[in-house]
């Protein structure tokens, strides 16, 4: 496969945490090509939300190469960041948390532009994906006082505002119900691979895990332990 | 008069709204840190014969834009950062003060430095305010998209691309050089109460971070005018009379609040 069809390479990639003598995630070495969706699986404290962290950047890794959307990290963490979507698995907000839903979604944008407030442009964005989500209803909400499964939404919203080239999503069924997971893991996700969205979704309940799934890494200990793919990929 | 009150609004204004900022980004010790460089950069003037004002702006500034650095580099919290130089400027404020020659610490150059002074504001010091007033509006209105991002969560505005300890470092340096000039009318021990009374009298009331930071500008506005009115008919020192104006409307509105609680 060429390696500009690749949205993702890590090479022998180690990443640790400050003190700690032993890496998070040891030696990765994944291809994941642009347009396909991998599903990240281990156990608890395997290294799934640290390899998503170093992916983008944000946990800096001591040996090996990453290259993310055509850019080696860290050297072009800002630029890769801002071609990304993110929806972190610590997502919760205390209920007095000064914040309406609609601007937190649209921090989305906010974080792309460089001056400035947003557009009527941007607002119209927002709405549409809120709208999307079927969430338009809460937007004028704090956000701290919406369920578990509301404020996973609004993150998730928040993520594809950007209209993302890589999507980067941390359990992102956790706290939703049957019904969100469905149409996410049916409609939504496979929409975004459609027009060319690289999805990396870690989770540990892969029975909602979309048909169109390319790849599923399993990590164990910090390496990966598996690495299978979907030769049943509908556009394989 | 008019000249202090109107440079006592603007100072009470920034404090306000800078710490309504700091105060969401858990950076309150920046302020006790920040205040007590200008302090002791001013007492080390005393103790060389110098003007006090000019070494005490320059540590605060200095220290302003290293407490970012230097904590991201030693790997330790901020607040642990800024607490540590804290206690290093306030032994060297009473070092020098000890040292100085002559009864410095009942003359009124100490006296300015610790308790503020009204006599602190001249023409030229009122329009340093308006600049430093027009700057942080400006600075806030340019990049509001980013800061408010980085106020909701920093890792997820990092995570988006936003250069997080850029901002910060700036918001810091902001909030460092509104310490300094307010400090000249409220003193060094009691700036701080400038900007976090007006900052906790706003969570009594508003429920959104914009409106917050607003209500706090406000608030830090009328308790120095409160604070200089008082001052001027009783000859109390400026900067505790503003810290008892800020601290009654902080009673009045957690009583307003905690009755509204009550009924609703």
């Not at chain 1, 939300?49 to 946990?59: K, P, S, Y």
């Not at chain 2, 006090?52 to 540590?59: D, E």
């Not at chain 2, 991201?72 to 020659?101: G, Q």
Request: glycine share 8%.
């Amino acid at each position: 496969m060429g390696e500009n069809r690749l949205a993702v390479k890590l090479d022998r990639v180690s990443t640790y945490y400050f003190g700690e003598r032993r890496p998070a995630i040891t030696d990765i070495s994944l291809k994941i090509p642009r347009g396909s969706l991998t599903l990240i699986i281990g156990p608890n404290g395997s290294g799934k939300t640290t390899l998503l962290e170093t992916i983008l950047g944000l946990l800096a890794h001591k040996g090996g190469r990453i290259e993310v959307l055509g850019h080696e990290l860290p050297r072009h963490a800002m630029k890769v960041r801002r071609r990304c979507g993110y929806l972190p698995q610590d997502f919760m907000r205390p209920k007095d948390e000064p914040f309406l839903a609609k601007e937190v979604v649209a921090m989305g944008l906010a974080s792309n532009r460089d001056l400035g407030r947003l557009r009527d442009d941007d607002w119209r964005r927002v709405y549409e994906v809120l709208e999307l989500l079927g969430i338009e209803k809460l937007a004028e909400k704090p956000i701290g006082k919406l369920s578990g499964g509301q404020q996973q939404k609004m993150m998730l919203a928040r993520a594809l505002v950007r209209s993302p080239d890589l999507l980067l999503l941390d359990e992102p069924f956790s706290a939703m119900d049957e019904a969100s997971r469905r149409f996410i893991s049916e409609d939504l996700l496979p929409d975004h691979l459609e027009n060319g969205c690289t999805i990396l979704m870690v989770s540990h309940d892969v029975a909602f895990k979309p048909r169109e799934w390319g790849l599923m890494v399993r990590l164990e200990q910090g390496r990966v332990k598996e690495v299978v793919v979907n030769d049943l990929k509908p556009n394989a | 008069m008019l000249n202090s009150l109107a440079a006592g609004a603007l100072a009470g204004s920034l404090c306000g709204c800078a710490g309504a900022i700091c105060s969401r980004m858990r950076l309150s010790t920046i302020a006790f840190a920040i205040a007590h460089a200008a302090l002791a950069g001013s007492a080390i003037s005393l103790l060389l014969g110098q003007e006090p004002i000019l070494l005490g702006i320059l540590l605060a500034i200095l220290t302003s834009l290293i407490l970012g650095p230097i904590s991201d580099r030693l790997r330790m919290p901020l607040d642990t950062t800024s607490m540590m130089l804290f206690s290093i400027y306030n032994a060297l404020t009473f070092i020098s003060l000890v040292l100085s020659p002559g009864p410095t610490l009942a003359s009124e150059k100490v006296g300015r430095i610790l308790w503020g002074s009204i006599l602190a504001v001249t023409p030229s010091y009122l329009i340093v305010l308006l600049s430093l007033a027009a700057l942080y509006l400006l600075v806030l209105r340019m990049f509001w998209g980013r800061v408010y991002s980085i106020l909701f969560d920093s890792r997820l505005a990092e995570a988006e691309g936003v250069n997080v300890k850029l901002y910060t470092y700036m918001l810091m340096t902001l909030a460092g050089v509104i310490i300094v000039f307010a400090l000249r009318i409220t003193g060094g021990f009691l700036v701080f109460s400038l900007l976090f009374i007006p900052s906790a009298s706003s969570l009594q009331v508003s429920e959104s971070l914009k409106k917050r930071i607003m209500t706090a500008s406000i608030i830090g506005a009328i308790s120095s005018i409160l604070g200089i009115l008082l001052s001027f008919s009783l000859n109390l020192p400026v900067g505790s009379c503003i810290v008892i104006g800020a601290a009654a409307i902080f009673s009045i509105l957690a009583l307003i609040s905690a009755v509204k609680r009550r009924i609703w």
